[in-house]
C-alpha cells in the first residue's frame, strides 16, 4: 500500500471518547478518519436527558450532545466512515483496519468502541429505555427525587447504584433471582443498615408496565412462578456492562472482563501506535465526561506517537495543546 493511501491516525468508535479524539487529532492537522459504526454515539444515544456534562447549563439531550461532539470534529477536518469495523490487523506497520471488503491503513490507530451495559432482553424494556428504564444511576438519579425506583442486580455494582439511588428516591428495592447475593458483604451490610432500600430476593422482572413511561413492573417468584405487579417510577438494570471489544482479543492484551489495557499514565496499548479510550479500556467511572478526557489524552498520545517515527514529519509537543 502506497504512502499516499496511509492515514495518519484511524479512530475506531463514535462515542464521547471517539469524536474528543477525533477532535483533536484533527486540530493538530492529523486529519482523522473516524470509523464511527452504525449505531454512532454509544450509549448516548438512548439517554434522554444529560445534566452533568459541563458546559450544558441547562442539559442537554444526549443525541444532540452527541452531535454536537461530531460536527465539531468535522468542523476541525475529521472524516466519518458510518460503518462497523469487521477485522483488523495490528501486526505490523501500517496497521490496517476493514470494513467489510475496504481496507483501511493508518501508522496509529485509537480504539474507542465503548461498552454495553447487558439488558434484560425483555420488548418492554426497549420502549421504556430513556423513559425511566436506565443503567447507570449516576447519570440519571436526579430524575427520580421521591420516586420508588427498583434496581435489577445482585453483585457490588447493583447495590452501589442502590445505595446512591437512596439519596434522591423515596424508596429503593434492590431484585435479584437468588436468595442470596453476590455483593460482598459490606455492601450487603450497608445496604441492609439503609432505611431507604429494601430486598426483593427471587424475583425477575418479566414486564415493565406503562404507556409513555414506567408506571410499574411485573415481578415473578423464581420459586412459586407467582406473578405480581408493583407500583414503579423508574427501573434500573445493573447486571453489568461487555466492553466492545471482540475484534482486538486476539492482538491487545486484556483483562478477565474484556476490558482493553493500557500502560500506566498512558493510553497506548501492548502494540505501539495502538491506543484505547473511554469505556473501552475503563470499567470503573464509565462516564461522558471521563470518556472524553480519554479521548483528549489518546490524541495527544498519538499525536506524539507519530511525531517521533523515523522519517516523519513534525516534532512531539512540549506542551499541552489547548
Known amino acids: 500500500m502506497s504512502d499516499q493511501n496511509v492515514h495518519e491516525l484511524i479512530i475506531i468508535g463514535g462515542g464521547p471518547a471517539g469524536y474528543t479524539a477525533a477532535l483533536y487529532a484533527a486540530r493538530a492537522d492529523l486529519a482523522p478518519l473516524v470509523i464511527e459504526g452504525f449505531n454512532w454515539g454509544g450509549q448516548l444515544m438512548i439517554t434522554s436527558d444529560v445534566e452533568n456534562y459541563p458546559g450544558y447549563a441547562d442539559g442537554v439531550m444526549g443525541p ?36 467489510e471488503d475496504e481496507e483501511y491503513a493508518a501508522r496509529a490507530v485509537v ?52 445505595l446512591f439511588l437512596t439519596k434522591f428516591a ?54 412459586t412462578d407467582e406473578l405480581r405487579e408493583v407500583p414503579a417510577d423508574g427501573l434500573f438494570v445493573a447486571i453489568g456492562h461487555d466492553p466492545n471489544t471482540a475484534l482486538f482479543k486476539d492482538q491487545l492484551d486484556h483483562d478477565e ?11 497506548e496499548t501492548n502494540i505501539p501506535g495502538v491506543f484505547a479510550a473511554g469505556d473501552v479500556q475503563d470499567h470503573i467511572y464509565r462516564q461522558a465526561v471521563t470518556a472524553a478526557g480519554s479521548g483528549c489524552m489518546a490524541a495527544l498520545d498519538a499525536e506524539k506517537f507519530l511525531a517521533a517515527m523515523e522519517g516523519h514529519p513534525g516534532t512531539a509537543p512540549t506542551a499541552p495543546r489547548p
Open 111 to 162: 480504539i474507542a468502541t465503548g461498552a454495553s451495559a447487558r439488558w434484560l432482553g425483555i420488548e418492554s424494556e426497549e420502549k421504556h429505555k430513556g423513559r425511566g428504564v436506565s443503567a447507570c444511576a449516576t447519570c440519571d438519579a436526579s430524575f427520580f427525587r421521591a420516586k420508588d425506583v427498583y434496581v435489577v442486580g445482585g453483585g457490588d455494582s447493583a447495590f452501589e447504584e442502590a
Open 170 to 223: 423515596t424508596r429503593v428495592h434492590l431484585v435479584h433471582r437468588r436468595s442470596e447475593f453476590r455483593a460482598s458483604k459490606i455492601m450487603v451490610d450497608r445496604a441492609e443498615q439503609n432505611e431507604k432500600l429494601d430486598f426483593v430476593p427471587n424475583a425477575v422482572v418479566e414486564e415493565i408496565i406503562g404507556d409513555v413511561k414506567v408506571q410499574g413492573l411485573k415481578l415473578r417468584n423464581t420459586i
Open 257 to 267: 472482563g474484556g476490558y482493553l489495557i493500557t500502560k500506566p499514565g498512558s493510553t
Open 64 to 99: 444532540e450532545m452527541m452531535a454536537d461532539f461530531r460536527r465539531q470534529a468535522e468542523r476541525f477536518g475529521a472524516e466519518y466512515v458510518t460503518d462497523n469495523v469487521t477485522k483488523v490487523d495490528f501486526s505490523e506497520q501500517p496497521l490496517r483496519v476493514w470494513v
